[in-house]
């Protein structure tokens, strides 16, 4: 009997459940477009794939006048872009500490590691670039400056809970997107 059963094993078709993925995802062609609305004290390039809309969020300050959401529909995230005039009332040390404290104090209990690297564009615009590791809610940051008169601070979120295996392709193929409008970053 154990003679026929191995027998019969050995021809006999059977299957392995199939490891858990995800999703595959399509990525468009990088192109890019400009971001030069009049008013505004900067200008970028950003995707062409992204869509730019006035942040509605209301703040006591009238920097909120020049904050901006660069909407990526099809992954279903965001960069969150903040500017403030550096002056008497927003001091330099003071936006500098901030964002560290944005990138530092909200995500250090789940991140595995937070790196910081300082940056100096083409254009001259200087500032700090962090990613964030582990399930955080954001994995990129950044904040760029002239250290006189203009700050900018911009961070990608995604709406969908924090999954570092899961958004970690979708992280790395629009971190290229925040490094590009880092580097076409113009003070008006």
Known sequence: MTLITYCYSCNSDYSVGKKKGYFHIEFPEKKYQLFDRPGYPYSFEYPVYAN???DSTFFDDKAGDWWININFPQFNGRIYVSYKTIGPKNNFDSLI??????AYKQHV????GIRDSLMKTPNGVEGIYFSLGGNTATA???FLTDSTKHFLRGALYFNASPNADS???VNDFLKEDL???INTLQWK
Do not use: V
Not at 97 to 102: I, P, R, S
Not at 109 to 112: G, H, I, L, N, Y
């Open 109 to 112: 209990e789940m991140a595995t």
């Open 179 to 181: 490094k590009h409008l």
């Open 97 to 102: 500490q901030d964002g560290y404290k944005l």
């Open 167 to 169: 958004l970690g392709i």
């Open 52 to 54: 730019i809309t006035k």
């Open 140 to 142: 990129n940051q950044f």
